[in-house]
């Protein structure tokens, strides 16, 4: 009997270990040779990774294990304990933000009836949903708060039964073995977490427990849900196991199992080899894109001001520094600056570069970016488009002029309704300076004369030597400048020409200026060398008397310079009209007396009368002696001012400005729109 009873209990026993041991399970260590059965956008990664979802947005993905395990011995029988446990990892796309999640799920079929209804998880849909008909459980672990759900926050783990709606839910976490403190786990950290689950059919009792995964199974003595449940309406007998997930509609999130491992009624699962399992991708995108997430609106925002404000800044520079260039134009190509340049080298033509303003514009100082060479650039606004192709021409022409006592035009540059005419920099200023106004410096005799032999080699170049005959047309001390070494350059040739032509013929102007004004000039309008003349005798007089031509200033008598020289000649004491800072300086009493008698000479009112530069270089030098005034039968009369009592209504001021045009002129007009070239020789 005894022995029997020991029979009966070894039989029991044995039953129970074939039972226990008996008992369906498998385990994966990682997914690599696993025949599972995949639906929707679940796939494997080559390393052996079971993925539940790709990059797909707002799908599902589903993976079961592909046969039938029975949860009862008989369709009517208990159901009998089972246990399971498996590593997951999800990974969001960007950091901290993920909706949906996965779930363990334990069904009768291998094709849930779930559609991609957001919110839940790829198990249920709204019409399957709550009814114990379709015999679902589920272990969900969500990542959203979905709204319309009870959701307990967006990180919790959930028991449901047939239902979306968590039997049991709690927020994701893990009560520490040591001090029993709870501890946080975010289930979207991108971190793999082991799940163990297990079902104690005789108590009834489910328990979930999760931890972060360690190098070791070590699953925590106190499990995060502990509840009462008995599972019979719901497990069949014949049912399968797998994951379902589902991924949001913005962002995509990864959901990955590493392992799992799975028993039904053999006691627990068996334990992961943790060191087997696939490596999840490596991290550290994700972090980029969370920057990318947060920062690329911002940054979008930020290029596309700053694309504005570069299209702007570029177009103002463009505007700023355009330039008129036409066809015509390219074969000056060296004679032409960049408006650029000239911009910067006179620092934004600041004031403090003005050299100066005169009629036709203003002079500023410079240094050209490349070269580092001193220039002067005279600025001239100029509206005129007529006629500037010639006038260019001639600006071009005379920057081929080369002579000691003329300044350099280097070159030009045009714009909108400007001109900008680039000179050589002359340190001393102008002649005017010296002679007369507030900063006067005094200049000897020898300096006096050097300067007028100077400027008068430089005419008769312009006259004679040049290819073409120039006619200066401004001649005065104004015009004359200075270089570093006190010799004469005559300066701003030309340029009245511009203010004669392309300008309506009915309006035609004389240039030059009151005091220098041949009286043909005046009644003509027309300029010659022998205007230049008149305009030399002024000069030679303005020099040595240190004075301007017209002085309303001065005693009416004396108001004009030539009819004051010319009375102290008649009366024979020439000397006297000489300038009296002259007076203490050791002078050349023939030179002054001949240079205020060559003054009269070519001051005289007959054209014919005045000698051509090439005398006036002769006389100069002393090849030549002067003829008698009184033999070329000069007189007040013919050498008097001949602008009548008007000159005090014109302006007295030095600078070279278009006087008012009469219709007397205007029948000269297109004698004064030629050339001031006058064809060649
Ligand atoms: C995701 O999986 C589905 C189904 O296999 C496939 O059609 C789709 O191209 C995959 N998407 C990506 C991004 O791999
Ligand atoms: C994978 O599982 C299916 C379904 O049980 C089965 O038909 C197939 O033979 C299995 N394949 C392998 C390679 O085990
Ligand atoms: C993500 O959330 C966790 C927990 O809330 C936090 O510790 C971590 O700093 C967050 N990461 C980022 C990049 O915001
Ligand atoms: C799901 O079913 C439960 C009943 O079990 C119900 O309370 C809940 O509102 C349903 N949820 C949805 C989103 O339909
Ligand atoms: C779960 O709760 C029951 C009773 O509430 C308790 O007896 C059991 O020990 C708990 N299980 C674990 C694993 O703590």
Redesign the pocket.
């Given at each position: 009997m005894a022995f029997l009873n020991l029979l009966v209990l070894v039989l029991q026993l044995l039953a129970a270990f074939v039972l226990q041991v008996g008992g369906a399970g498998f385990t994966y260590n990682g997914f690599r040779s696993a025949n599972l059965s995949l639906d929707g956008i679940a796939g494997f990664t080559s390393n052996g990774l079971l993925m539940l979802t790709n990059q797909t947005k707002q799908d599902t993905g589903h993976a079961f294990y592909p046969d039938p395990i029975d949860f009862r011995n008989s369709p009517d029988g208990e159901v009998l304990s089972f246990s399971t446990t498996f590593v997951f990892a999800i990974r969001p796309d960007v950091?901290?933000f993920s909706a949906e999640g996965l779930a363990f799920v334990i069904s009768p079929t291998k094709v849930l009836p779930g559609g991609r209804s957001l919110g839940f998880l790829g198990i249920f849909d709204p019409k399957t949903n709550g009814s114990l008909t379709n015999h679902i459980f589920a272990l969900e672990f969500d990542t959203f708060q979905t709204p319309i759900f009870p959701d307990l926050n967006d990180n919790h783990v959930g028991v449901d039964i047939c239902s979306i709606n968590s039997f049991q839910q709690k927020s994701a976490g893990y009560y520490d073995d040591e001090d029993g403190k709870f501890i946080d786990l975010?289930l979207i950290g991108g971190e793999p977490i082991q799940a163990w689950m297990d079902y104690d059919g005789a108590r009834k009792q489910i328990t979930v427990t999760i931890a972060p995964l360690k190098s070791a199974t070590k699953k925590p003595r106190i499990p995060l849900l502990n509840f009462t449940y008995d599972l019979s309406p719901v497990l069949k007998q014949s049912m399968y196991v797998g994951f379902s997930s589902s991924t949001a509609p913005i962002f995509f999130t990864n959901h990955y199992v590493l392992g799992w491992s799975f028993k039904v009624d053999g006691g627990m699962a068996e334990d992961l080899d943790i060191s087997q399992l696939p490596k999840l991708p490596r991290l550290g995108i994700k972090k980029v894109s969370?920057f990318l997430i947060a920062g690329l609106p911002l940054i979008c925002l930020l290029s596309i001001v700053l694309v504005i404000a570069g299209v702007i800044y570029h177009i103002r520079r463009k505007r700023k520094f355009a330039e008129v260039l036409e066809d015509w134009e390219v074969a000056y190509g060296p004679h032409r600056f960049k408006y650029k340049d000239l911009y910067i080298a006179t620092k934004g033509f600041r004031d403090t570069e003005l050299l100066g303003a005169g009629g036709f514009g203003s002079v500023y100082r410079g240094v050209l970016p490349t070269t580092r060479r001193q220039i002067a650039v005279k600025r001239i606004s100029h509206e005129s488009r007529q006629g500037m192709r010639e006038f260019v021409a001639e600006i071009v022409s005379i920057g081929r002029m080369s002579h000691r006592n003329l300044v350099s035009l280097l070159g030009y540059c045009r714009r909108k309704g400007e001109l900008l005419l680039v000179y050589e920099y002359m340190p001393n200023g102008s002649l005017d300076r010296f002679l007369y106004g507030t900063k006067k410096s005094f200049l000897n005799w020898d300096q006096r004369f050097r300067i007028i032999k100077g400027v008068a080699s430089g005419l008769f170049y312009l006259h004679e030597e040049w290819e073409q005959v120039v006619v200066h047309r401004d001649i005065k001390a104004s015009n004359v400048l200075l270089d570093g070494d006190l010799n004469a350059r005559l300066g701003d040739f030309g340029l009245a020409k511009l203010y004669d032509r392309g300008t309506d013929p009915q309006t035609t102007h004389v240039v030059g200026t009151v005091g220098y004004l041949a009286p043909e000039h005046y009644r003509t309008g027309r300029a010659t060398t022998v205007t230049d003349v008149y305009a030399f005798g002024a000069f030679l007089l303005e020099v040595v008397c240190g004075r301007r031509p017209i002085d309303p200033q001065a005693n009416k008598e004396d108001i004009i310079l030539v009819d004051l020289v010319y009375s102290y000649w008649n009366d024979g004491r020439i000397l006297e009209a000489v300038d009296k800072d002259l007076a203490n300086d050791v002078i050349n009493k023939d030179e002054v007396e001949m240079v205020l008698k060559l003054g009269l000479l070519c001051s005289n009112s007959d054209p014919m009368a005045r000698p051509t530069m090439q005398k006036v270089m002769l006389y100069l030098d002393g090849s030549m002696p002067l003829p008698e005034l009184s033999t070329l039968g000069v007189s007040v009369g013919a050498i008097g001012f001949p602008y009548g009592k008007s000159f005090q209504d014109v302006s007295t001021s030095n600078h070279s400005y278009p006087s008012s045009s009469g219709d007397l002129y205007s029948q000269f007009s297109h004698v004064t729109g030629g050339s001031f070239l006058s064809g060649g020789r």
């Open positions: 950091t901290n975010t969370y």
